[in-house]
């Protein structure tokens, strides 16, 4: 499990879903570009973006403050 997880660290992922958001935005902007459903998944991606991202941000506070 330690395997595991030494490969699936925070930033490897972070790095992983930017390419994968980044080839799929292509063709769906082009695609959904004038449509409710798309905007929808544009807000509830920024909003688990950045909730993921605060969370990751206060784990490493504490991580250097418990130091």
């Known amino acids: 499990m330690k395997r595991c997880r030494a490969w699936l660290t925070a930033k490897?992922?972070?790095?992983?879903?930017?390419?994968?958001?980044?080839?799929?935005?292509?063709?769906?902007?082009?695609i959904w570009k004038n449509s409710v459903p798309w905007l929808v998944f544009l807000s509830v991606y920024a909003i688990v973006a950045t909730h993921w991202a605060g969370s990751e941000g206060a784990k490493a506070e504490e991580a250097a403050n418990s130091e």
């Open 12 to 30: 490897k992922v972070h790095k992983i879903l930017l390419w994968l958001w980044l080839i799929l935005a292509i063709p769906s902007i082009t």
